[in-house]
């Protein structure tokens, strides 16, 4: 069966410009003469959470690459409160797929895969 889209054309205009929006927003500069910027150059991360026995999954925009597993915890943790904002979590650790821990002061681009998945390590306050 073919699948039909239900959203009217307005909204499709009104997401897509949302989209590149935030892609514009987090795509790297390109002051230094280098390459020009490509949409497909942006990281994303699937991003999962277990939150009192709940798994939480989201997608989580990384710019470049380049932000440190540290800087990346922070984003976990701020993406976390904003799903679950009466629940108070700390985000401890982050492991990749193969469930090997990352260290704070490595880079995504250089631990992860671009599109790979992160599970995150969290403990109640």
């Known amino acids: 069966p073919n699948a039909v889209s239900t959203t009217p054309p307005e909204r499709a205009v009104a997401f897509s410009k949302i989209r590149m929006t ?5 795509a790297p500069s390109n002051a230094d003469g280098g390459a020009p910027w490509n949409p497909a150059d942006l990281w994303r ?7 009192h026995g709940v798994d ?4 989580l925009p990384c710019g470049d690459g380049k932000l440190t597993i540290n800087e990346l915890v922070l984003k976990v943790a701020e993406r976390c409160q904003r799903l679950q904002p009466d629940t108070p ?4 650790t982050l ?6 821990v990352l260290f704070p002061e490595d880079r995504v681009a250089d631990v992860l895969e671009n599109r790979g998945g ?7 306050l």
């Not at 492991?95 to 090997?100: R, V």
């Open 89 to 92: 979590v700390s985000v401890d």
């Open 118 to 124: 992160v599970r995150a390590l969290t403990t109640r």
């Open 45 to 51: 991360l699937s991003v999962t959470v277990t939150i």
């Open 95 to 100: 492991t990749d797929h193969e469930g090997s």
């Open 22 to 26: 935030l892609a514009l927003d987090l």
């Open 56 to 59: 939480l999954s989201f997608k």
